[in-house]
């Protein structure tokens, strides 16, 4: 993957990722059984992305910001240790900014990653802005960084992997499993 010196700049500054759930984290597709129940499917790149935020960035927070109401949704952000969760939630900036005031971050220490039109007002408002291969046309030209990944194929993985190489922590990354 090359990484332009713009998108290596931006993400140098990162301590929030900060993410939409449908369409980035999962593919898009959610499956409703006849008793109400959802299922969504996760990638295991994804998911072994937030190990390592939490063994070699610690200091970096991590949110969700959904339109949906999902338990699936609050149970794996409470399985890999998310720190901000907001669901229901069609207006992000409000949610990014209270993340923000909490954490005292600056807007331009934000990554978001989006897939579609409601995402845009926060795309086009972060420090790091990004979404995945297969989002709208009219997403993907707002943004600082179009992942090679598909939804819910290791997008968050992908961008964690550019701000830790931005931040000089993907060599200890690969120092630690290549011994």
Known sequence: MKI??????KAKKI???ASDVDGVLTDGRIIILNNGEEIKF???YDGFAFTLLK??????KT?????RVSPQVSGRAEEIGIHYLYQKCMDK???ISEILRKEDIKTDEVAFIGDDLVDLPVLLKC?????PKNAPNDVKKS????????????????VVEVIFKSQGIWGKVLKKYRS
Request: glycine share 8%; net charge positive; charged share 25%.
């Open 55 to 60: 063994d070699f960035a610690k200091h970096m």
């Open 143 to 158: 943004v600082d960084y179009v992942t090679t990944a598909e939804s819910g194929r290791g997008v968050f993985r992908e």
């Open 63 to 67: 949110a969700w910001i959904t339109g």
């Open 93 to 95: 900036i409000s949610a």
């Open 4 to 9: 332009s010196k713009k998108v290596l700049k």
């Open 42 to 44: 996760w990638d295991v």
């Open 127 to 131: 420090g790091f802005s990004c979404c």
């Open 15 to 17: 301590k929030l990722i």
